[in-house]
């Protein structure tokens, strides 16, 4: 391989890292989250609540997750924005979080009783 061939190649395999670190970068910020527990009012957890998450900064009309045998839940990834979060059950009132606000990279944590 000639001098002049060498030197293409640097310059392409450069140019190759250059727009990988660029395209890594406009991936966007870094995604949120929203975790918490759900417990009932004496403070015995809550598994199989369904925690919907919605927020105009969303693709899709919603984000569900349902809450797990110790009543953790966990939305994740979530675009940054305002979301509103509700929690139901069926034989418990529906409770609800609004103007949850989510930054790059924040996780919020939103533990309901």
Same mark, same amino acid.
């Given at each position: 391989?000639?001098?002049?061939?060498?030197?293409?190649?640097?310059?392409?395999?450069?140019?190759?890292?250059?727009?990988?670190?660029?395209?890594? &970068?406009? #991936? @966007?910020?870094?995604?949120?989250?929203?975790?918490?527990?759900? =417990?009932? *009012?004496?403070?015995?957890? $809550?598994? +199989?609540?369904?925690?919907?998450?919605?927020?105009?900064?969303?693709?899709?009309?919603?984000?569900?997750?349902?809450? &797990?045998? #110790? @009543?953790?839940?966990?939305?994740?990834?979530?675009?940054?924005? =305002?979301? *509103?979060?509700?929690?139901? $059950?069926? +034989?418990?009132?529906?409770?609800?979080?609004?103007?949850?606000?989510?930054?790059?990279?924040?996780?919020?944590?939103?533990?309901?009783?």
């Amino acid at each position: 391989m000639g001098r002049k061939s060498r030197a293409i190649v640097i310059v392409l395999i450069i140019s190759l890292f250059a727009y990988a670190d660029h395209a890594a &970068a406009g #991936q @966007g910020a870094s995604p949120a989250s929203i975790v918490g527990r759900v =417990t009932d *009012e004496s403070g015995a957890v $809550l598994p +199989g609540v369904t925690v919907t998450a919605t927020s105009p900064a969303l693709q899709v009309p919603q984000v569900i997750d349902v809450t &797990a045998a #110790q @009543g953790d839940y966990r939305l994740t990834p979530l675009p940054i924005g =305002t979301y *509103e979060v509700a929690y139901t $059950l069926t +034989g418990f009132q529906t409770a609800r979080r609004e103007n949850v606000r989510l930054t790059a990279g924040f996780i919020a944590r939103v533990d309901v009783c």
